[in-house]
T-cell receptor
Framework: SAVISQKPSRDICQRGTSLTIQCQVD?????MFWYRQQPGQSLTLIATANQGSEATYESGFVIDKFPISRPNLTFSTLTVSNMSPEDSSIYLC???????????FGSGTQLSVL | GENVEQHPSTLSVQEGDSAVIKCTYSDSASNYFPWYKQELGKGPQLIIDIRSNVGEKKDQRIAVTLNKTAKHFSLHITETQPEDSAVYFCAAITGTYKYIFGTGTRLKVLA
């Protein structure tokens, strides 16, 4: 299984500011993804992080709001831009191994926007 | 679109009893069905999975069954313990890396 380190684990931010979340995987992975989990809800895919190119966003999510980078196979960042209280959620980094489609998650970033 | 329904949303059992969580998927092309356990303040952890060519899989106190004809699969936890208390998510995968998650079940094991 892949070990995924995500930081920060939590943050409290002011409205209008931006936060960048970092994700590091300990092994070679094929795919990296970013999910959002609103309080008491299921997991919603924000985007697929593509190595060396623009991320692929799901319906309802745009690059200007959630810019994503993936400069190499094992590292990715998600920025939550111009935050509002509605952005308060858990943000999860995930990755699939190179050998199968098993999906593993980081510990998440608990974001609160005041 | 693809959909995964999960029931119940909450489940309380006495310690030592069994717990069953059920999911139904809509896309008959789905071929991989993992289950995740999420404890408070943590990310989801993969606990067991099953592929479409298998009807049942067991790992100690946890088992998963799959009925492809009816398009539903279930998680069974036997001899429940307080540390089994968590939120459980099912998922169905169609194609490559396309995960559809259920809405989650909050399991409480009462000591």
């Amino acid at each position: 299984s892949a070990v995924i380190s995500q930081k920060p684990s939590r943050d409290i931010c002011q409205r209008g500011t931006s936060l960048t979340i970092q994700c590091q995987v300990d092994s070679q992975v094929t795919m990296m993804f970013w999910y959002r989990q609103q309080p008491g809800q299921s997991l919603t895919l924000i985007a697929t992080a593509n190595q060396g190119s623009e991320a692929t966003y799901e319906s309802g999510f745009v690059i200007d709001k959630f810019p994503i980078s993936r400069p190499n196979l094992t590292f990715s960042t998600l920025t939550v831009s111009n935050m509002s209280p509605e952005d308060s959620s858990i943000y999860l980094c995930s990755a699939c191994s190179t050998t199968n489609e098993k999906l593993f998650f980081g510990s998440g970033t608990q974001l609160s926007v005041l | 679109g693809e959909n995964v329904e999960q029931h119940p949303s909450t489940l309380s059992v006495q310690e030592g009893d069994s717990a069953v969580i059920k999911c139904t998927y809509s896309d008959s092309a789905s071929n991989y069905f993992p289950w995740y356990k999420q404890e408070l303040g943590k990310g989801p952890q993969l606990i067991i999975d099953i592929r479409s060519n298998v009807g049942e899989k067991k790992d100690q106190r946890i088992a998963v069954t799959l009925n492809k004809t009816a398009k539903h699969f279930s998680l069974h936890i036997t001899e429940t313990q307080p540390e089994d208390s968590a939120v459980y998510f099912c998922a169905a995968i169609t194609g490559t890396y396309k995960y559809i998650f259920g809405t989650g079940t909050r399991l409480k094991v009462l000591a």
